[in-house]
């Protein structure tokens, strides 16, 4: 059903990446369902668009200066669509006087951010920076995946801060069959999907003896034993399903930054029958069953003893993977519900 006026909100801009699969796209496609006007400022891709930023070099020493044209280029954009509702996906390219001029020519506009990192992660330079915690007080609200940063955002001067999990998109995260040919490409007995970084590759080197393979970027990082178990892109979409539906287990390794929450492979691989073996969280556990709906490792050891049991028993994997699929589409971890959320909390402020 179109909700064409939620206290009269008939536009929203949503701040982020535009590509097929990100969370600022999927949010995107959620909204459409019950907002007519939805548009996208796509900041990541206005910021690569200069050859300076895909140097990494200039990229992590000049990037403040090299998102200086975003910044106009945003404001021009809120001049012109004057949106009801800016949901910044994260805000990594603006600076706190970005925003505070967008609400002062704009005292009408909710000003709301999801953040789908941790915004005290500055040691990794991708995760946060100085800006995004400098903005945390400008929004009207701030939500985040993890109850853990309530607290903490609460006392850096958050106006209002709502717990928002991550979900799935029943469009994009699904079951799908494969045949033989997809299966010996896509299948494996270990199967990670996600991007390099030097916590993953120190897990997964644990894993070298075993059937895996590896689907993501930037795994040329990687030492060299490794990059043998990559196979050299990624897995979005039908992809994905694929590699959930082809092999018999599906590593979700949160990350420190995440613990003890979640992320968004906790949804998405059960939402495709995959077999999920996860790193052991509390908020995981909030969600599925453990032994029943999913299963999960603390320590390497355990981890090892999972795999080679449910490798051998086949009925059991797949008992666990109905039941979390049962649990998942019964349940409202969608972006729809989430993005109902948003319009709820737009109503109420």
Not at 154 to 166: I, Q
Not at 197 to 224: C, F, H, P, T, V
Not at 279 to 295: A, P
Request: charged letters at 30%.
């Amino acid at each position: 059903m179109m909700i064409t006026n939620v206290n009269k909100l008939e536009k929203i801009l949503l701040v982020g990446k535009k590509s097929y699969g990100s969370i600022s796209w999927m949010y995107y496609r959620a909204f459409k369902k019950m907002v007519h006007n939805v548009k996208i400022f796509d900041d990541e891709a206005l910021y690569f668009k200069n050859s300076l930023a895909r140097n990494k070099y200039f990229h992590y020493f000049f990037w403040k200066i090299l998102a200086s044209p975003l910044q106009k280029e945003f404001i021009k954009t809120v001049r012109n669509e004057k949106p009801d509702l800016i949901l910044v996906l994260k805000g990594w390219f603006f600076k706190p006087e970005t925003l505070i001029k967008i609400k002062k020519e704009n005292p009408q506009t909710k000003l709301f951010c999801f953040n789908g990192d941790n915004p005290f992660n500055t040691w990794h330079f991708s995760n946060s920076n100085d800006w995004i915690i400098k903005s945390i007080p400008i929004y009207d609200c701030y939500f985040i995946w993890g109850k853990f940063l309530i607290e903490p955002l609460k006392k850096v001067g958050a106006k209002k801060v709502e717990y928002l999990p991550f979900a799935h998109d029943p469009e994009l995260h699904y079951p799908i069959k494969v045949n033989e040919k997809e299966k010996k490409f896509y299948g494996s007995d270990i199967a990670f999907i996600g991007t390099w970084d030097e916590e993953r590759e120190e897990l997964l080197n644990n894993l070298l003896d075993y059937n895996l393979k590896i689907w993501g970027n930037s795994w040329e990082k990687a030492n060299k034993k490794l990059q043998k178990k990559w196979m050299k892109r990624t897995a979005i979409g039908e992809e994905f399903s694929k590699v959930c539906n082809s092999s018999k287990i599906i590593l979700n390794l949160i990350r420190k930054q995440n613990i003890p929450a979640h992320n968004m492979r906790t949804f998405e691989v059960p939402a495709c029958k995959g077999f999920v073996l996860s790193t052991r969280t509390e908020e995981v556990l909030e969600f599925f069953e453990e032994g029943k709906e999913i299963e999960c490792f603390s320590t390497i050891k355990e981890l090892k003893e999972k795999i080679d049991y449910y490798l051998d028993h086949e009925k059991e994997r797949k008992k666990i993977v109905e039941a979390g699929y049962k649990k998942l589409i019964n349940s409202k971890h969608t972006y729809e519900e989430r993005a109902k959320k948003i319009l709820e909390i737009y109503k109420n402020l």
